[in-house]
């Protein structure tokens, strides 16, 4: 079943309150970050080290972001910063999802509205 025919069944006020209830369940917009957090293993150049054997430092916390075709940016996040970046992706993730689910509803609202405007007329 696609979100429009799910929606399609559930009464306007229904509606109304989920659309409340997902604003209600935002997370902090500030709280929010585009990109991924990934582990990096990395060598130091030293070639006396055991890294230069195969061992390899790390892990690393890396965060990455793309921020155009061709252009991504990027740095280490310390292991104490990890949990705090990660829940800021996570909240990233959510409010994309949380407006999408709030976009479909807003498409549907307006289609029931029209339905009553051509009645009326
Ligand atoms: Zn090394």
Redesign the pocket.
């Known amino acids: 079943m696609t979100a429009r025919q799910s929606l399609h069944k559930i009464c306007t006020l229904a509606l109304q309150r989920r659309r409340q209830g997902l604003v209600q369940l935002m997370p902090q917009l500030e709280d929010t970050l585009r990109g991924s957090l990934m582990q990096r293993y990395?060598?130091?150049?030293?070639p006396n080290?055991?890294?230069?054997g195969g061992?390899?430092?790390g892990p690393n916390w890396y965060f990455s972001v793309t921020l155009g075709p061709g252009a991504t940016t990027g740095g280490t996040v310390a292991a104490e910063q990890r949990d705090r970046v990660r829940r800021w992706i996570e909240n990233y993730h959510t409010v994309k999802q949380q407006m999408e689910k709030i976009s479909a509803i807003n498409r549907e609202l307006p289609r029931r509205e029209r339905k009553k405007i051509k009645r009326k007329k």
């Open positions: 990395l060598t130091c150049g030293n080290c055991k890294c230069a061992e390899r430092h």
